[in-house]
C-alpha cells in the first residue's frame, strides 16, 4: 500500500510538472498542436471484478460482492494520423488499482492452505469461499483512437500491465474439505470455524488483455470517459494449479480528463 | 449513444459471466464414518484405506450391521459378495478381511476399502516397539494373541494444520531410545495460523486407546476424541515409566500467555460403564468445571489425590498408580462379563491439552505400560 501512494505521488508530482511545464509553454503546445498530438490526464475508478469465465461448475453461487476503492491516474499522448484527426494512436501510462471482495458458494474447489513452516494443507472444499483480490498494476494501453463528431471519440486496442503489489487471499467457511483428494477424509467447518489461504505468491506480474471505451468532450478541456478493460490471461502463474480454472480481470473504468 | 453500446456491452458482459451452470455431480469417492449393531469401536484410516472393526468374542458377524457414511451421492459395493449379505447386513463369517468400493456421484472416482471384522481382547502391556504406518504420522499399534488394535491419538488433526513438514514433527512419534526397546514421545506443539482462528493453537501429543474422528476435528475436537475398548476384567494398577519436560511458555486457548501456570504432563486409566456398544467416553471426560463423567467407576490417573505426582525429569521415571472407585459406584461383575464396561487408557503432555492449554515445547516420553489386574 506504501508504495501505492509512493508511486502515486510520483505520478502526480510527475503530471503536474508536466502539466506546468505545458502551462508556461505555450509554444510546446502550439508544436504539438501542428503535429497532430494532444495530450490528456485522466482520473477514475475502476469497478468490477476479478473472475473466471464463463463461471466453472465448481461455482454454484456468488452470494455477495463489494467493490474495492480502485481509483486509477493515467496520462497520455495521442497522435493523430490524417488530416481530419478522425484517426489516431495514444499510449498512455496508468496507475491501476483493481480490487474486490466476495462471496461464493462452491462445489469440489481445489484449495491448498499453507502454514508457516511451509508445509501444506491441500483437497477440495464445498461451502462458502471469501475471496479479496486487490492489485496495483503498471498499464501501458496502446489505443486505436477514432473521432465521431468534434465532442464523441472511440477507443480499443490492447494494454500491457505489470503488477507491483497484489494480494489474492481470503478464507472459507460453512461446508467441508476433502483431503487431500476426492477420496480423502471429511473436515467439517461450521459456525465459525474458518481456514485462511492466501495465493498472492502465485499471481502473475504480467498481465494483458484488450480495452475498449469512449470519452466525450464536456467542454474544451474536460472530457468524461468509461472504459472496459478485459483480462486476457490468467491472473495466477503458470504452475499454479490450486485453482483448476483461470481468472481474469474485468473493469469497467469511469472518470474525466483533462485534454491540454 | 456510444456510451449506452459501451454499457450495453458492459450488462451483456456480466450477464453471461453470472450465469451459474448446471451443478456438476459430485466427484467425492470416501467412507467418513461406520456404525451398526454391536460394533465396539470402528477405526478408519482414510490415507491407507483400511477400516478396523472390533466387535465382541461371540458376537455373530454372518449379519453383521454396516452403515456406511459415504460422501454426498457416492455409492458401496462389497468387491465379492457373499451368499448371506443383504445390505446394511454383511456376512463376514466366510472371511473377516472384505473389500468395499466406493463410486463417486459423477463415477469418476473410485476407493476401496479393506474391512475387517475383529474379535479382540484388550491387551494389557504396551511396549510401542512397532508401527502400523509411518507416513504421514506414526500410528502406533497395541498388539496380543488375539489380534492387534490402533492406538489413536491426535495426529490426524495435527496433520490439518499443515505445519508438520515430516514424520517427526507431529506431535505423537515413537522415538528410538526408550526405556526398554523403543517408546512413544509426546510433544505440545504450536498449531500456527490454522489452529489459531479456530481456538486451537496448540495441539497436545497424546496417545489413546479408542478412535479419533477427524471429520469433526475442527468443529467439536472434544466430542471427536472417543476414548475406550470394551474390558471384561477389573483393572488394580496401571504401571510404566516416564520422562517429563515442560514447555516454557503456558497459554490458553487463545493463545494468551498465564502467567505463573507452569504445564504438566497426564497419564491416566478409567472403567467406565457403556451400557451399549457404541457408548464411548469422550474428550469431556475430565471437564474443566464439576465433577468428572458420572460413568467413571473406576480411575487411576497421574497428579490426582492419593496418586503419585509427575515431576519433571530426563530420567526414566517409574509410576505405579492404583485403580480407585469414583462417582459411588461398584463394577456389577455379570456386566463386566458381558462386556458392558470400557477401559479409557490415554497419556498426553499437556493435561489442559483438550481444552488447548499447555506449553508448546513440552514433552511425555512414555515406555512399558502395564494395566495389572485382579
Avoid at chain 1, 116 to 132: D, R, S
Avoid at chain 1, 161 to 190: K, Q
Avoid at chain 2, 73 to 97: C, H, K, M, N, V
Avoid at chain 2, 147 to 165: C, D, K, R, T, V
Wanted: include cysteine; hydrophobic fraction near 35%; charged fraction near 20%.
Amino acid at each position: 500500500m506504501k508504495k501505492y501512494i509512493l508511486t502515486l505521488a510520483v505520478a502526480l508530482a510527475f503530471g503536474t510538472g508536466i502539466a506546468q511545464a505545458q502551462w508556461s509553454e505555450h509554444k510546446g503546445l502550439l508544436w504539438s498542436s501542428l503535429h497532430g498530438l494532444e495530450y490528456e490526464f485522466k482520473a477514475g475508478v475502476n469497478f468490477g471484478g476479478t473472475s473466471p469465465l464463463p463461471l466453472p461448475h465448481e461455482i454454484r453461487s456468488i452470494d455477495s460482492y463489494r467493490p474495492g476503492l480502485a481509483i486509477t491516474i493515467e496520462g497520455n499522448a495521442t497522435k493523430w494520423i490524417d488530416e481530419a484527426k478522425k484517426w489516431g494512436v495514444s499510449v498512455g501510462l496508468r496507475l491501476d488499482s483493481k480490487s474486490m471482495t466476495t462471496q461464493a458458494t462452491v462445489k469440489n474447489y481445489g484449495m491448498e492452505i499453507f502454514s508457516e513452516t511451509g508445509g501444506k494443507i491441500q483437497g477440495l472444499w464445498t461451502g462458502g469461499v471469501e475471496t479479496k483480490v486487490r492489485m496495483s498494476l503498471l498499464t501501458i494501453p496502446i489505443l486505436a483512437n477514432y473521432k465521431i463528431g468534434e465532442r464523441w471519440k472511440l477507443v480499443f486496442g490492447p494494454y500491457l500491465s505489470y503488477m507491483m503489489s497484489g494480494d489474492f487471499d481470503g478464507n472459507v467457511y460453512e461446508g467441508h474439505l476433502r483431503t487431500p483428494d476426492a477420496t480423502g477424509s471429511r473436515v467439517n467447518f461450521t459456525g465459525d470455524n474458518v481456514a485462511t489461504y492466501d495465493f498472492s505468491e502465485d499471481l502473475r506480474r504480467f498481465q494483458w488483455g484488450l480495452q475498449v471505451g469512449g470519452s466525450w468532450r464536456a467542454y474544451k478541456h474536460l472530457t468524461v470517459h468509461a472504459d472496459l478493460t478485459w483480462g486476457l490471461n490468467d491472473i495466477f502463474q503458470k504452475d499454479f494449479e490450486t485453482i483448476t480454472f483461470a481468472m481474469y480481470p474485468i473493469y469497467l473504468n469511469l472518470g474525466f480528463g483533462y485534454v491540454f | 449513444m456510444n456510451i449506452r453500446k459501451i454499457f450495453a456491452g458492459l450488462l451483456l458482459t456480466l450477464a453471461v459471466s453470472s450465469c451459474i451452470q448446471d451443478e456438476a455431480l459430485n466427484v467425492e469417492a470416501a467412507i467418513d464414518d461406520c456404525t451398526g449393531e454391536n460394533i465396539q469401536l470402528a477405526s478408519i484410516d482414510a490415507t491407507h484405506k483400511e477400516i478396523e472393526i472390533y466387535v465382541l468374542d461371540g458376537t455373530d458377524v454372518s449379519q453383521q450391521e454396516l452403515n456406511f457414511t459415504l460422501a454426498d451421492g457416492a455409492t458401496i459395493q462389497a468387491d465379492e459378495t457373499e451368499a448371506g449379505d443383504q445390505p446394511p447386513y454383511y456376512d463376514f463369517s466366510q472371511r473377516t478381511l472384505r473389500r468395499f468400493t466406493v463410486t463417486s456421484e459423477d463415477g469418476n472416482t473410485t476407493a476401496t476399502y479393506v474391512v475387517r471384522i475383529n474379535k479382540m481382547e484388550l491387551p494389557t502391556h504396551y511396549s510401542f516397539e512397532n508401527l502400523r504406518a509411518t507416513t504421514p504420522y506414526h500410528i502406533f499399534y497395541l498388539t496380543n494373541e488375539s489380534g492387534i488394535m490402533q492406538w489413536a491419538s491426535g495426529n490426524p488433526g495435527y496433520e490439518l494444520s499443515g505445519m508438520a513438514l515430516d514424520e517427526t514433527q507431529y506431535p505423537t512419534v515413537q522415538d528410538p531410545i526408550g526405556h526398554s526397546g523403543k517408546c512413544v514421545r509426546l510433544t505440545t506443539r504450536s498449531t500456527g495460523s490454522f489452529g489459531l482462528p479456530l481456538g486451537m493453537p496448540i495441539a497436545c501429543g497424546n496417545l489413546f486407546v479408542g478412535s479419533f474422528d477427524v471429520q469433526n476435528a475442527v468443529t467439536a475436537p472434544r466430542q471427536a476424541t472417543h476414548f475406550g475398548f470394551p474390558f471384561t476384567k477389573i483393572p488394580q494398577r496401571i504401571t510404566g515409566w516416564y520422562k517429563y519436560q515442560k514447555g516454557e511458555t503456558f497459554t490458553d486457548e487463545n493463545n494468551e500467555v498465564l502467567s505463573g501456570q507452569t504445564d504438566i504432563g497426564d497419564i491416566y486409566a478409567v472403567l467406565y460403564e457403556a451400557e451399549t456398544s457404541d457408548y464411548t467416553l469422550d474428550g469431556d471426560l475430565f471437564p474443566l468445571t464439576g465433577g468428572i463423567n458420572p460413568n467413571i467407576v473406576l480411575m487411576a490417573r497421574i497428579g490426582e489425590q492419593g496418586q503419585q505426582e509427575m515431576k519433571e525429569t530426563d530420567e526414566w521415571t517409574y509410576f505405579d498408580l492404583s485403580f480407585e472407585a469414583q462417582n459411588g459406584k461398584t463394577v456389577d461383575p455379570e456386566g463386566l462379563a458381558n462386556g458392558k464396561y470400557k477401559l479409557a487408557i490415554a497419556f498426553a503432555s499437556s493435561r489442559g491439552g483438550g481444552y488447548f492449554r499447555g506449553a508448546v515445547g513440552s514433552e511425555l516420553y512414555i515406555d512399558e505400560v502395564e494395566i495389572i489386574c485382579e
